[in-house]
């Protein structure tokens, strides 16, 4: 008598292998979702960061000036020309920030004031008036710091 001998392989089906990669796929797209938006908080936390420096720089500026705050009808700090470099000069910044994103698009703007609409500026410095200016930056998200889009600091 011959005895048979039966292997039976055991292994995954094709629907617990199409459930496994249906959930890998789902784990990388929210992983994605909350790495861009982590990102993107981040860039707004550097932007409110170096918005807060600006304001100190024209604060200590305006303490050793005997004009004022430096005159503007709107500009990108920079560090090479205008206020930037002004500010580098009188010693009060040691680097000129700069948007994460986008460190050179001046935006289209109206008395002082970024026209609405604009998703990509710098740190924009507009001063008229001797004892006021104005810095407007851009935020990509909501939060504490302020409403998503264009934010100005005003002094007064």
């Not at 994460?100 to 001046?106: E, G, I, K, V």
């Not at 609405?116 to 930056?137: E, L, N």
Request: charged fraction near 15%; include cysteine.
């Amino acid at each position: 008598m011959k005895h048979k001998l039966t292997v039976k392989i055991k292994g995954f089906s094709l629907t617990v292998l199409l459930a496994i990669l249906s959930i890998i796929g789902l784990i990388a797209v929210v992983s994605a979702v909350v790495f861009n938006s982590v990102r993107m908080n981040t860039r707004d936390a550097t932007r409110v960061a170096n918005n807060a420096t600006i304001t100190r720089a024209l604060a200590m500026y305006l303490k050793d000036s005997r004009t004022g705050y430096p005159p503007s009808t709107g500009e990108c700090l920079k560090s090479s020309s205008g206020v930037g470099s002004d500010l580098l000069g009188a010693g009060v910044l040691l680097v000129v920030p700069v948007d994460p994103l986008w460190s050179t698009a001046a935006p289209t703007q109206t008395g002082g004031a970024p026209n609405a609409g604009q998703t990509d500026f710098c740190y924009f410095y507009y001063s008229k008036v001797s004892d006021q200016y104005k810095i407007s930056f851009f935020l990509e998200s909501s939060s504490k710091a302020g409403p998503a889009g264009i934010n100005t600091t005003a002094l007064p």
